[in-house]
T-cell receptor, first 113, second 113 residues
Framework: DAGVIQSPRHEVTEMGQEVTLRCKPI?????LFWYRQTMMRGLELLIYFNNNVPIDDSGMPEDRFSAKMPNASFSTLKIQPSEPRDSAVYFC???????????FGPGTRLTVT | AQTVTQSQPEMSVQEAETVTLSCTYDTSESNYYLFWYKQPPSRQMILVIR??????QNATENRFSVNFQKAAKSFSLKISDSQLGDTAMYFC??????????FGTGTRLTIIP
């Protein structure tokens, strides 16, 4: 299995630009999670989906952030407009209900200048 | 609310020695799962070991084992015969079924040659 795939691995953009992060979960997994990691706040959950349906988006910082999961094999996290404080590593993870453990992608390092 | 506490920000140990990383947690739930994740400099989050709260037997994965004390809400990770490749950040995490994980702040472990 290829594991969780994220793209791009690195993204550098200017403040005000739209940023789209992509994730392909492990085939057969039915839950998908988006996390953000920063030095100040550590790992924090942004949103998660179960069977493509958003279950908890209380961690989404503000309306500038949105996430979609149009099908079982693809999800996006969009930031519009981006701000320097959005700079972080964004992880996508997937899991299978019967196993309970989450498998993480390699992360996307986002830098907003 | 659930909390996970890792009280050791940094640790170092000589290669081939044994090291124990501490983790305490708090939850009012009776059915939960505990995990240790490793994050090497590559930043990939790697699942090291998991423990189901309903199991009394401590989980073991090769050189990695846990000491799960449910009454004390303690979940420590023991690494035996430590290797240079064990150098990483280690995160303790608490989860419930197929829902999000709550992470500790991490312990930075350095294996000294």
């Amino acid at each position: 299995d290829a594991g969780v795939i994220q793209s791009p691995r690195h993204e550098v953009t200017e403040m005000g630009q739209e940023v789209t992060l992509r994730c392909k979960p492990i085939s057969g997994h039915n839950s998908l999670f988006w996390y953000r990691q920063t030095m100040m706040r550590g790992l924090e959950l942004l949103i998660y989906f179960n069977n493509n349906v958003p279950i908890d988006d209380s961690g989404m910082p503000e309306d500038r952030f949105s996430a979609k999961m149009p099908n079982a094999s693809f999800s996006t996290l969009k930031i519009q407009p981006s701000e320097p404080r959005d700079s972080a590593v964004y992880f996508c993870a997937s899991s299978l209900r019967q196993l309970h453990e989450q498998y993480f992608g390699p992360g996307t390092r986002l830098t907003v200048t | 609310a659930q909390t996970v506490t890792q009280s050791q920000p940094e640790m170092s140990v000589q290669e081939a020695e044994t090291v124990t990383l501490s983790c305490t947690y708090d939850t009012s739930e009776s059915n939960y799962y505990l995990f240790w994740y490793k994050q090497p400099p590559s930043r990939q989050m790697i699942l090291v070991i998991r423990q189901e709260a309903y199991k009394q037997q401590n989980a073991t994965e090769n050189r990695f084992s846990v000491n799960f004390q449910k009454a004390a809400k303690s979940f420590s990770l023991k690494i035996s015969d430590s290797q240079l490749g064990d150098t990483a950040m280690y995160f303790c995490a608490l989860g419930f079924g197929n829902e999000e994980l709550t992470f500790g702040t991490g312990t930075r472990l350095t294996i000294i040659p």
